[in-house]
């Protein structure tokens, strides 16, 4: 049997219902109840937001305590050992894939998040500051004349919630960045 929300971290049940309007064990059992111990945290993450219309801060929270209350937190790595990677080999020259990141213009109508590059290796790599100390790598490498591989490195991700998340936007973003230049 779940505890009430005395083992959650400075939230009283009184403050749970006043921000989601549900308990604890309502949480725990509509979660279980969709089989979000089977899920990944982003999944876990829209199960939570279908429910109801809450602060990011509140999702998260909600996730992280039922990952601890399901023994699923303690498995993950400590936050200095996380990073992702994610890879596009595309149809086009390494000089245009680089160019989606080096020309502002460019960059901005698929990853407007980066303000600017912090160092170029032309024809090898770049790399650009994320949030929180964050930094991400990006890596080209030529499969031909007119292909190339792009491999991005995001390091210092701060919990295992966040290097899922971040998984699933350099998907949704490399994606996009693919149909732009295939595009072109």
Known sequence: ????STNL?????????????MTWMQWMSLLDN????????V????????????D???????LENYLQEKGLLEKLPPAKEIEITSTLTIETPLHVAESAFT???LRNEWLPEVDAIL??????NLRFAWQNAQVVVVTFNPK???KCQISLQHTKLPDMISSVEMKAFWKEKLSKLSRLLESK
């Open 1 to 4: 049997m779940f505890r009430e």
């Open 9 to 21: 971290t400075h939230v009283s049940s009184d403050r749970l219902i006043a921000l989601t309007g």
């Open 34 to 41: 969709e089989l979000a111990f089977r899920k990944n945290p």
């Open 43 to 54: 999944e876990i993450k829209n199960i939570i937001r279908n429910q109801v219309s809450c």
């Open 56 to 62: 990011e801060s509140v999702t998260g929270f909600l």
């Open 103 to 105: 020309d502002q213009a």
């Open 119 to 124: 160092k170029l290796n032309p024809g090898k």
């Open 144 to 146: 031909g004349p007119s």
